[in-house]
């Protein structure tokens, strides 16, 4: 059974157009993430929602919007999408630390490939 | 603030030698490491992680590191490398918040 599942796998789309990502994780973590990863292999945090709030915002232009309708769910929409959104990104979910008062692992998904042409 | 450098982008290894992919990591407050392994087309997978325990530290696929903290370092090793590590590795560290900070990844090939 998958812990942390994207939708979808692959995403090729054209310059200016709106898509979304969807992630789902089963492990009953409290915690999820959005990740990039370009084509250099650098790994960047996105956002963070605990509980369905958000918890971490780095700098992501405003055209990059998370949602969290539920704490298993983080959904990732993108409007007017540009060539250098062309990257991997990862869903990944964990305990929050206060929550366990251990350093939780996180679990990642499968990514999305999206590519901007 | 935290960081996370990764010595060798890419490191080179014959069947059965060993592996040593370095990590070094820069923290005012006591640190968690994580190293993760990424295959080809896939997620991040949790190799080890140390989180103040033991400073020796085994994980999963006969790996294990070392936390050495007047090196500031947490170099990853296995005694011998078999063809399926192949792969690319990550060393994380984290604070006991929400925020992992990442390495830039090393990358392995095993060479037969």
């Known amino acids: 059974d998958t812990a942390v599942s994207q939708t979808p796998k692959y995403l090729v789309t054209q310059m200016g157009n709106d898509k979304s990502i969807k992630c789902e994780q089963n492990?009953?973590?409290?915690?999820m993430y959005w990740y990039k990863q370009d084509s250099k292999k650098f790994l960047k945090i996105m956002f963070s929602?605990?509980?369905?709030?958000?918890?971490i915002n780095e700098t992501v232009p405003n055209r990059f919007s998370p949602k969290s309708p539920d704490k298993a769910h983080l959904n990732l929409h993108i409007n007017s999408l540009e060539l250098g959104d062309s990257a991997v990104y990862f869903c990944a979910s964990s305990h929050l630390y206060w929550t366990t008062k251990s350093q939780e692992t996180q679990y990642f998904g499968p990514g999305t490939r999206l590519l901007v042409l | 603030a935290q960081s996370v450098t990764q010595l060798g982008s890419h490191v080179s290894v014959s069947e059965g030698a060993l592996v040593l992919l370095r990590c070094n990591y820069s923290s005012s407050v006591p640190p968690y490491l994580f190293w993760y392994v990424q295959y080809p087309n896939q997620g991040l997978q949790l190799l080890l992680k140390y989180t103040s325990a033991a400073t020796l530290v085994k994980g999963i696929n006969g790996f294990e590191a070392e936390f050495k903290k007047s090196e500031t370092s947490f170099h990853l090793t296995k005694p011998s490398a078999h063809m399926s590590d192949a792969a690319e590795y990550f060393c994380?560290?984290?604070?006991?918040?929400?925020?992992?900070?990442f390495g830039t990844g090393t990358r392995l090939k095993v060479l037969a």
């Open positions: 929602y605990n509980n369905k709030e958000l918890i």
């Open positions: 994380a560290v984290t604070s006991g918040t929400y925020k992992y900070i």
């Open positions: 492990l009953g973590h409290d915690t």
